[in-house]
């Protein structure tokens, strides 16, 4: 039997020589178009996710781990404290660091938004997550 690792701490190494990594990014026309459509179609919640994230700037993971509790409609404050860990636990889980703790202002339209797709779209849920599909 083997009772290590051979291969611990070797480095693999290639003669071909790696392209550059290309930015990825949107032309203000294209999120303008984006914003647009999904700003009109929050029947989806994979749309008003797109919007939120957008108009934001939070995370994917923290938007998934947001709760009505965490949005302010009076105040138009949306309060990241938490992301939901999709990949190995399927649960909340804390952020990455204590400066992704934070609250992010949001304008009328996020609040009419978001307000329109709690009463027409969201799907009620055991842990009061805005975005779930359980």
Known sequence: MIERNFCDFTTIRSSVESEPKE?????INEYTSLIECVGQNIRYHSYVIIYLIAGTDIHFAEALGLTWNDIS???KIIDVNKIYNYNTI???APTKNTSSVRK???YDHTVKLMKDYKEKYWIENNQNRVFASD
């Open 73 to 75: 409609f009076e105040n």
């Open 104 to 106: 992010i202002p949001i």
């Open 23 to 27: 930015a990825k990014f949107l032309e």
């Open 90 to 92: 399927s649960d909340f």
